[in-house]
């Protein structure tokens, strides 16, 4: 029997579990246009989002191996000079796709900051904390929580920073 599309996910569980209130938006994946950027947008019109609302997750690896999570708006694209400056590290480079299940435990297009297997340090691009309540997956394609920044940030111990390529 197919599982129900709107069940709880692991992120959901764990909001629960913090008791972080949050509202669980589920869309259907019609495998919207390639790249992170264009798919992120394609999602938040899809919800009738606004798409700098919508954060997607990017995970990289540190010239120290090192792990690290960025959390980008999804019309933005991340500066890996930016990035590498704000977790302290001389460079960063984007993890291959072949290695997000094993590193995080998602797959691409469905990877949250919260609940990977690890609890990496995570950066969100500054702009999160200018709006009363942010997106982010969670955890599975077609499934995204929305939730206060604050709260969202306080439970990753995250940080924000100009962590995106400026416009120009």
């Known amino acids: 029997m197919a599982k ?8 959901m569980r764990i ?14 994946d019609s495998q919207g246009p390639e790249g992170t950027r264009e798919y992120g947008v394609h ?3 899809a919800l009738g989002q606004d798409p700098a609302r919508g954060f997607k997750t990017l995970v990289a690896r540190g010239a120290s191996k090192g792990i690290y999570v960025f959390e980008v708006p999804a019309p933005e694209n991340l500066d890996l ?8 590290e001389k460079s ?7 290695e997000i299940n094993a590193v995080t ?9 919260v609940g990977m297997k690890k609890q990496y340090p995570t950066v969100f691009h500054r702009t999160a904390l200018d709006y009363e309540t ?7 394609i077609g499934a995204q929580v929305e939730l206060a920044p604050r ?18």
Do not use: M, W
């Open 105 to 113: 435990g998602y797959i691409r297009g469905g990877c949250s900051p």
């Open 4 to 11: 129900k599309k709107e069940e709880k996910t692991n992120v």
């Open 134 to 140: 942010v997106y982010i997956s969670a955890g599975k």
């Open 92 to 98: 960063i480079e984007l993890l291959h796709v072949a």
């Open 151 to 168: 709260a969202l940030l306080d439970l990753l111990g995250a940080s924000t920073a100009d962590i995106v390529v400026d416009q120009g």
């Open 15 to 28: 909001l629960d579990q913090r008791k972080i209130p949050y509202t669980a938006r589920f869309y259907e």
């Open 43 to 45: 999602v938040a019109e």
């Open 81 to 88: 000079k930016k990035a590498a400056r704000a977790v302290g």
